[in-house]
Nanobody
Framework: VRVVESGGGLVQAGGSLRLSCAAS????????MGWFRQAPGKEREFVAA????????YYADSVKGRFTISRDNAKNTVYLQMNSLKPEDTAVYYC?????????????????WGKGTLVTVSS
């Protein structure tokens, strides 16, 4: 399975960006997809996850109410709509895919990682 992110860039505080992640290969094995991020000098942290079949979602408290994760099963693509961006959202955002569930992904149970896309929020 291969996952490839797109959509990062530079945005002013308060602005919006949408990230996309396309999965290819043996996608039938994937049950959950999500997003993590890593800011400079910090550890990678969970952002959001979505169950591939039922569409259940889960968010980190830091992004709840501002970010929305969604999926398009026909395109094997997951999206992260980011609104009301803050400078502290600046990070490399990584797409993740897993054979487990939302709970396992939240605990870093990831089977496939993308290479990441940089999001920079200026103040």
């Amino acid at each position: 399975v291969r996952v490839v992110e797109s959509g990062g860039g530079l945005v002013q505080a308060g602005g919006s960006l949408r990230l996309s992640c396309a999965a290819s290969g043996l996608t039938f094995s994937i049950n959950v997809m999500g997003w993590f991020r890593q800011a400079p000098g910090k550890e990678r942290e969970f952002v959001a996850a979505i169950n591939w079949s039922g569409g259940s979602t889960y968010y980190a408290d830091s992004v709840k109410g501002r970010f929305t994760i969604s999926r398009d099963n026909a395109k094997n693509t997951v999206y992260l709509q980011m609104n009301s961006l803050k400078p502290e959202d600046t990070a490399v955002y990584y797409c993740a895919a897993g054979r487990g569930n939302i709970a396992t992904m939240r605990d870093y149970g990831v089977d496939y990682w993308g290479k990441g896309t940089l999001v920079t929020v200026s103040s």
